[in-house]
């Protein structure tokens, strides 16, 4: 029977770029699930007796939450509710689960690559009907309910069995549990040549998956282990915990320096691979090869074609606008459009919808494709298998011949994590205040051609975006980002994006550090990053 309780509203529940972030002690709050996940519905019209898809990552607070979203959801009239068995489903299998049941959207709970435990992050996060993030005039729409809520709807019910595959009724809304992987492993398969993986596995080629005790774990099981027949024990970490086993989900060369470590020792496997918290990132190294997430993108944009699900190539390439240029050049080459975005992949899903884009990316780790509308880290490792099993190539081959083609983007990323947030934002506010005076000056060898702060138009929907992150861009096509990060639930973090294009073929295998050294240096100066931050160093490097 359905509940109407009175509620108070909270002020600090407005959706960042992947939803509502927060420690879970801040949603264990009295109502403050039921009071975001009521104005999420409050804000949909149309959704009576429509199906709603419901999973997260496995995190801490996962269950809990989920029992509390079948119950409001069905006070408010859903008539079925799909969910993961055990509350799994990676990011990526519920945007496809959305798409393939033609459901009317979806809630995902996690904080992506995020800590977790009891005092880590959680996030809830709604996907719209074709898969992806909520667009900006939803969230805010969502952020206004939240401020003036004063009351929410709830069946008075008994909590569902989310371990047992079946059906189970809550009112009058059916709840299905289902298989977390079997429809996402259906999709996998009319994507890539599964027989000539298969077959590069019997071959003698090697890997090494790390799940990061988070939700790819049983997607990379059956997928890599089970249908491809990658080794035992080629999946690391695979069972989704809690906490993560204490660790970082992050899918970077801080978080993950023990796959890197393998990837360069003596015993190397052929592809180390990770996805993060949720499974919509990917990290891709080879032999003695790191693969930064612009040269991958770029890479598996030139590539696709050697796939089934892409043999008639791409319609056209999507960046987020701090990812390096590498794609661009892949884009120009093959005679396709290239568009550059904001961050966050809900910018994306308009290109995808419109079929002006086929292959798309963050710098962030993120890649992804028109077969759902998020990122997915176990298909970009997918796509990466496919591709050097047609080639038959190793990573560190594809990626130099793909250099000697394109030329190198040296590339790297420079975070500053929790930071004071009045400091960070004192520091952007000044950025945007010198850019007219930054055009034209000269520092060192570099000519600063152009200055600004981003904003976007989209060509689908004709919306625009503003204040997207300060660019300094330079006569040699070298570039200096800064912007705000709207993923972390502490403090600010700053991250600043350091690049420079390499067409000289002998110039192209310096350390990347030292090969971008000036333009570091140049990035604290002009910023002015110790004073504001109070760092004198950053803390991650990718």
Known sequence: MAKEIATTPYTDQRPGTSGLRKKVPVFRQRHYVENFVQSIFDCLEGFEGRTLVVGGDGRYYNREAIQKILKIAAANGFGRAVV????????????????????FGGIVLSASHNPGGPDGDFGIKYNVANGGPAPEKVTEAIYARTKEITSFKIEDAPDVDIDALGAAQIGAMRVEIVDSVANYAALMQTLFDFDRIRDAFRAGFTMKFDAMSAVTGPYAKVILEGMLGAAPGSVMHGEPLPDFGGRHPDPNLVHAAHLYDLAMSADAPDLCAASDGDGDRNLIIGRNRF?????????????????????????????????????????????????????????????????????????????????????DGLWAVLLWLDVLAARRRSVDTIVREHWATYGRNYYSRHDYEEVDADGANALIETLRGSLPSLKGKTFGA?????????????????????????????????????????????????????ERYEADPAKQFAETQEALSDLISLSRDIAKIERYTKRNAPSVIT
Not at 334 to 350: A, D, M, S
Not at 461 to 475: I, T
């Open 84 to 103: 993961g068995r055990g509350g799994i489903l990676s990011t990526p299998a519920v945007s496809a689960l959305i798409r393939s049941l033609k459901a």
């Open 291 to 375: 693969v930064t997430p612009s040269d991958s993108l770029a890479i598996l944009a030139a590539n696709a074609h050697l796939a089934p699900g892409y043999r008639n190539g791409v319609a056209g390439i999507a960046r987020s606008m701090p990812t390096s240029a590498a794609a661009d050049r892949v884009a120009e080459k093959l005679g396709v459009g290239i568009y550059e975005t904001p961050t966050g992949w809900k910018f994306f899903g308009n290109l995808l919808d419109a079929g002006l884009v086929t292959i798309c990316g963050e710098e962030s780790a993120g890649t992804g494709s028109n077969h759902v509308r998020e990122k």
């Open 446 to 498: 570099l000519d600063v051609k152009d200055a600004d702060d981003f904003a976007y138009h989209d060509p689908v929907d004709g919306s625009d975006s503003k204040n997207q992150g300060v660019r300094v861009m330079f006569a040699d096509g070298s570039r200096i980002v800064y912007r705000l990060s709207g993923t972390g639930t502490a403090g600010a973090t700053l991250r600043v994006y350091i």
